[in-house]
C-alpha cells in the first residue's frame, strides 16, 4: 500500500478480512501518541491495496484491528483503544457494530480491559503523566461451541510477565465486560515469556492448518532485537484454550489432508476435466465427475466453486454422496436470471427430490462439506448458507460433479472426524458411537458425553479403522465411585487384540510405562489426551507433556474409551487419519 497523503510516521497491526472478491486491510496509522483505523482494499491479498479515504474510528488512539463474523452473518469490529477514566489505566478492548466493511455503528462497548498485574505496562509511564499504565490490546476472536473467546496481549513484552491470555463470554452483544481466564498468579497466562529462550510472545492470529482440522496460534516475538513471526499448535480442553508453546525447539510438521489438490493418481475422473495441482476445470458439456476413492464415511472437504461460466440453461456444478447404489445428498449450484442458485437434497430415479433452495449474488463460494457417518454439514461462504441433514447411511461414495463449464480449486480433504456434542440430536446413536463391550450406560447431556462405568466397565467405541492416527480426546472424571475407579484408552486390532493405558488418580499406566501427571493435574477438569498411532508405535501426550511411547499394532486399529467404577464426561473427540496412501502423498 502506498503511503497516505498524510504521511504519518507508523503504519500498525494490518489485518486482512475477506468478502466476495475483495480484500479489506484494516490498520492503524499515526505518530504513537494519536493513532486511527482505517480501511484499504485489493482485489488479491498479496498487495494492491488503496486506501478507501475510510476512517472507522474517532478515538484519540485506536490500534489492533480485528474483524469476526459470527454464524449468523453479523460483523463485529473489536480493537483496542485507551480509558483514563478506569480502575487501571491503560489501554484496553472494545467491539463495535460493523454496518458495512467501511462504517462502524459509533457505539463501541468495553470487553476486555486491564485487571490484573500482569497487564502493567508501565508502573509510572511519564508519556502518560507518571501513571501505573497497564495494556490489553491485540484482540483475535473464535467462536465453539457457542461461546466467544477473545484471544489478547496484555502488558509489556519487555517484561516476563508479557503474554497471551484470553476472555469469554455467551453473548457478544452482552454489556458486561468478558470474563477472563488468567489472573497470572494461580493461573498463568496460555503463552508467555520464557526467559532467556522466548521473549515477548504476543499479539496473536488463529489459522486452521493445511488439513483444515488442526489449529495454529500464530503470534509475534522478538530474537535479537528484531520482532519475527511465531507459529504454534493450540486447542481446546473443555471451556480452556492451551498453546502447545512458546517453543524455541524444531515442532512437527502440520499434518497434510488425505487429498490435496487434484493431481493425486488415485482420483478418478469422468467426463471432459482440464487438471492442474490446485485447479480442476469441466471442459466438456455432458456430466462430469472427480471421484475421490476411499474418501470413507467420515472426512472434511474444504474447496472453492467458480461458477462464473457456468451455462444460464441447464448448466450445473457441485458435489454428490452415495451410498448402497443410492444418493442421499446433492448439491447443486446454477446461474439463473444472473444470480447465484443452491439448491440440495436427495436424488431418487434422477431427479433431486426432498430439495431445498436458496440464492445469492456472489459467484465464487467456498464450501466446507463435513460428513460424519449420516450426520453432515455443508457451510457455504461461513455464514452465508449452512445445511443440516441427517441420512439414512453413511456415505461410501464423494464426487465433485458439473454439466457444463466451472471450476474448482483449493480442494482438501482430511479423514476422520470431529464431534463436539453440541448438535440438537443428542443422542448416542445419532453421533455414531457404540458400546463395545461391558455395562455400563453413556448418554449426551449438557454438550457433553457422558459414560457412566459405575455398574460394570464399559468401552466405546466410533469409526474405521486406519493404518495411522491421531486422536485427541478431552475428557474428565465426573464422578469416582470406588478408589480403584479407572479410565483409559484401548488400542483396538480387532480380534479381541487390544492395547490398556489407564489413567487413575494421576497416574498413567501401560504394560511399557508408568508417567505421573503434575500435582497440578484435576482429573475433575478437562484435560487433552492425544494418542499418535503409527505402524509399530504409540505415542502419549497430555496437551503439552510427553506421556510415553510403547509399541503399537502393525496393521488397522481404532482407539476405544473406557471407564470402570467412575463416571467420564468427553467433551471432544477428534480423530484424524495419517495414513499414507500413495507414492504421492506424504504426512
Given at each position: 500500500m502506498e503511503k497516505l497523503a498524510s504521511d504519518p510516521p507508523h503504519y500498525w497491526a494490518p489485518?486482512?478480512?475477506?468478502?466476495?472478491?475483495?480484500?479489506?486491510?484494516?490498520?492503524?496509522?499515526?505518530?504513537?501518541?494519536?493513532?486511527?483505523?482505517?480501511?484499504?482494499?485489493?482485489?488479491?491479498?498479496?498487495g494492491g491495496f488503496v486506501d478507501s479515504g475510510k476512517r472507522l474510528t474517532h478515538e484519540e488512539f485506536a490500534i489492533d484491528a480485528h474483524v469476526f463474523t459470527d454464524t449468523d452473518g453479523s460483523l463485529h469490529f473489536f480493537y483496542a483503544t485507551d480509558f483514563l477514566e478506569h480502575t487501571h489505566i491503560g489501554t484496553g478492548v472494545v467491539v463495535d457494530k460493523m454496518i458495512d466493511w467501511f462504517t462502524l455503528a459509533?457505539?463501541?462497548?468495553?470487553?476486555?480491559?486491564?485487571?490484573?498485574?500482569?497487564?502493567?505496562?508501565?508502573?509510572?509511564?511519564?508519556?502518560?503523566?507518571?501513571?501505573?499504565?497497564h495494556t490489553v490490546e491485540g484482540p483475535f476472536v473464535i467462536k465453539r461451541k457457542g461461546v466467544y473467546y477473545q484471544m489478547?496481549?496484555?502488558?509489556?513484552?519487555?517484561?516476563?510477565?508479557?503474554?497471551?491470555?484470553?476472555?469469554?463470554?455467551?453473548?457478544?452483544?452482552?454489556?458486561?465486560?468478558?470474563?477472563?481466564?488468567?489472573?497470572?498468579?494461580?493461573?498463568?497466562?496460555?503463552?508467555?515469556?520464557?526467559?532467556?529462550?522466548?521473549?515477548?510472545?504476543?499479539?496473536?492470529?488463529?489459522?486452521?492448518?493445511?488439513?483444515?482440522?488442526?489449529?495454529?496460534?500464530v503470534y509475534h516475538e522478538w530474537i535479537q532485537g528484531e520482532r519475527?513471526?511465531?507459529?504454534?499448535?493450540?486447542?481446546?480442553?473443555?471451556?480452556?484454550?492451551?498453546?502447545?508453546?512458546?517453543?524455541n525447539t524444531p515442532q512437527p510438521l502440520p499434518y497434510l489432508p488425505y487429498y490435496c489438490g487434484f493431481e493425486d493418481p488415485a482420483i478418478v475422473l469422468q467426463g471432459g476435466w482440464e487438471i492442474s495441482e490446485k485447479i480442476a476445470t469441466s471442459k466438456l458439456p455432458g456430466e462430469s465427475e472427480l471421484i475421490f476413492p476411499n474418501a470413507g464415511g467420515h472426512f472434511l472437504a474444504v474447496f472453492d466453486v467458480e461458477i462464473a461460466r457456468l451455462s444460464e440453461t441447464d448448466g450445473t456444478c457441485g458435489f454428490s454422496?452415495?451410498?448402497?447404489?443410492?444418493?442421499?445428498?446433492?448439491?447443486?449450484?446454477?446461474?439463473?436470471?444472473?444470480?447465484?442458485?443452491?439448491?440440495w437434497g436427495s436424488r431418487i430415479n434422477g431427479e433431486l427430490s426432498d430439495s431445498f433452495y436458496a440464492s445469492t449474488d456472489i459467484a465464487l463460494l467456498n464450501l466446507r462439506l463435513d460428513v460424519n457417518g449420516r450426520n453432515i454439514t455443508v457451510d457455504v461462504n461461513g455464514s452465508l448458507l449452512q445445511i443440516e441433514s441427517l441420512l439414512p447411511s453413511a456415505p461410501s461414495r464423494f464426487a465433485l460433479t458439473a454439466s457444463s463449464e466451472a471450476t474448482f480449486s483449493g480442494f482438501a480433504l482430511t479423514r476422520g472426524f470431529e464431534?463436539?456434542?453440541?448438535?440438537?440430536?443428542?443422542?448416542?446413536?445419532?453421533?455414531?458411537?457404540?458400546?463395545?463391550?461391558?455395562?455400563?450406560?453413556?448418554?449426551?447431556?449438557?454438550?457433553?458425553?457422558?459414560?457412566?462405568?459405575?455398574?460394570?466397565?464399559?468401552?466405546?467405541?466410533?469409526?474405521?479403522?486406519?493404518?495411522?492416527?491421531?486422536?485427541?480426546?478431552?475428557?474428565?472424571?465426573?464422578?469416582?465411585?470406588?478408589?480403584?475407579?479407572?479410565?483409559?484408552?484401548?488400542?483396538?486390532?480387532?480380534?479381541?487384540?487390544?492395547?490398556?493405558?489407564?489413567?487413575?488418580?494421576?497416574?498413567?499406566?501401560?504394560?511399557?510405562?508408568?508417567?505421573?501427571?503434575?500435582?497440578?493435574?484435576?482429573?475433575?477438569?478437562?484435560?487433552?489426551?492425544?494418542?499418535?498411532?503409527?505402524?509399530?508405535?504409540?505415542?502419549?501426550?497430555?496437551?503439552?507433556?510427553?506421556?510415553?511411547?510403547?509399541?503399537?499394532?502393525?496393521?488397522?486399529?481404532?482407539?476405544?474409551?473406557?471407564?470402570?467404577?467412575s463416571v467420564i464426561a468427553l467433551d471432544m473427540v477428534r480423530l484424524t487419519d495419517l495414513t499414507i496412501d500413495s507414492a504421492s502423498r506424504s504426512v
Amino acid at each position: 500500500m502506498e503511503k497516505l497523503a498524510s504521511d504519518p510516521p507508523h503504519y500498525w497491526a494490518p489485518e486482512v478480512t475477506y468478502s466476495d472478491g475483495k480484500f479489506y486491510l484494516y490498520y492503524s496509522a499515526g505518530n504513537e501518541a494519536l493513532m486511527e483505523i482505517r480501511v484499504a482494499v485489493s482485489d488479491r491479498p498479496d498487495g494492491g491495496f488503496v486506501d478507501s479515504g475510510k476512517r472507522l474510528t474517532h478515538e484519540e488512539f485506536a490500534i489492533d484491528a480485528h474483524v469476526f463474523t459470527d454464524t449468523d452473518g453479523s460483523l463485529h469490529f473489536f480493537y483496542a483503544t485507551d480509558f483514563l477514566e478506569h480502575t487501571h489505566i491503560g489501554t484496553g478492548v472494545v467491539v463495535d457494530k460493523m454496518i458495512d466493511w467501511f462504517t462502524l455503528a459509533g457505539d463501541p462497548r468495553p470487553v476486555t480491559r486491564a485487571k490484573f498485574d500482569w497487564q502493567v505496562y508501565d508502573p509510572a509511564r511519564v508519556e502518560k503523566g507518571g501513571v501505573r499504565w497497564h495494556t490489553v490490546e491485540g484482540p483475535f476472536v473464535i467462536k465453539r461451541k457457542g461461546v466467544y473467546y477473545q484471544m489478547f496481549s496484555g502488558g509489556n513484552w519487555q517484561n516476563t510477565s508479557y503474554g497471551v491470555g484470553f476472555a469469554t463470554t455467551g453473548d457478544i452483544e452482552s454489556e458486561t465486560e468478558w470474563k477472563q481466564f488468567s489472573d497470572g498468579v494461580g493461573t498463568l497466562p496460555i503463552l508467555r515469556t520464557i526467559p532467556n529462550q522466548v521473549i515477548g510472545p504476543g499479539h496473536n492470529s488463529v489459522i486452521a492448518g493445511p488439513n483444515n482440522r488442526e489449529l495454529f496460534c500464530v503470534y509475534h516475538e522478538w530474537i535479537q532485537g528484531e520482532r519475527v513471526l511465531a507459529v504454534d499448535r493450540m486447542d481446546f480442553a473443555g471451556s480452556r484454550i492451551f498453546v502447545l508453546g512458546a517453543t524455541n525447539t524444531p515442532q512437527p510438521l502440520p499434518y497434510l489432508p488425505y487429498y490435496c489438490g487434484f493431481e493425486d493418481p488415485a482420483i478418478v475422473l469422468q467426463g471432459g476435466w482440464e487438471i492442474s495441482e490446485k485447479i480442476a476445470t469441466s471442459k466438456l458439456p455432458g456430466e462430469s465427475e472427480l471421484i475421490f476413492p476411499n474418501a470413507g464415511g467420515h472426512f472434511l472437504a474444504v474447496f472453492d466453486v467458480e461458477i462464473a461460466r457456468l451455462s444460464e440453461t441447464d448448466g450445473t456444478c457441485g458435489f454428490s454422496l452415495a451410498a448402497g447404489g443410492e444418493t442421499p445428498f446433492e448439491l447443486q449450484l446454477s446461474i439463473e436470471h444472473g444470480r447465484t442458485c443452491i439448491r440440495w437434497g436427495s436424488r431418487i430415479n434422477g431427479e433431486l427430490s426432498d430439495s431445498f433452495y436458496a440464492s445469492t449474488d456472489i459467484a465464487l463460494l467456498n464450501l466446507r462439506l463435513d460428513v460424519n457417518g449420516r450426520n453432515i454439514t455443508v457451510d457455504v461462504n461461513g455464514s452465508l448458507l449452512q445445511i443440516e441433514s441427517l441420512l439414512p447411511s453413511a456415505p461410501s461414495r464423494f464426487a465433485l460433479t458439473a454439466s457444463s463449464e466451472a471450476t474448482f480449486s483449493g480442494f482438501a480433504l482430511t479423514r476422520g472426524f470431529e464431534d463436539l456434542f453440541n448438535r440438537p440430536r443428542e443422542s448416542v446413536e445419532g453421533y455414531g458411537w457404540e458400546v463395545i463391550r461391558g455395562g455400563g450406560s453413556c448418554e449426551i447431556r449438557d454438550r457433553e458425553f457422558i459414560v457412566d462405568g459405575r455398574a460394570g466397565a464399559i468401552s466405546i467405541a466410533k469409526g474405521p479403522f486406519y493404518e495411522e492416527y491421531e486422536i485427541a480426546v478431552n475428557i474428565r472424571v465426573s464422578e469416582n465411585g470406588a478408589a480403584e475407579a479407572v479410565c483409559g484408552f484401548e488400542i483396538d486390532c480387532g480380534q479381541g487384540e487390544r492395547l490398556k493405558v489407564n489413567i487413575s488418580g494421576r497416574t498413567i499406566r501401560s504394560e511399557a510405562f508408568v508417567f505421573e501427571l503434575p500435582e497440578s493435574f484435576d482429573p475433575a477438569n478437562y484435560h487433552q489426551f492425544r494418542l499418535i498411532v503409527r505402524k509399530g508405535t504409540v505415542k502419549m501426550q497430555m496437551e503439552g507433556l510427553e506421556v510415553g511411547t510403547f509399541a503399537g499394532p502393525d496393521g488397522p486399529s481404532r482407539t476405544n474409551i473406557f471407564c470402570e467404577k467412575s463416571v467420564i464426561a468427553l467433551d471432544m473427540v477428534r480423530l484424524t487419519d495419517l495414513t499414507i496412501d500413495s507414492a504421492s502423498r506424504s504426512v
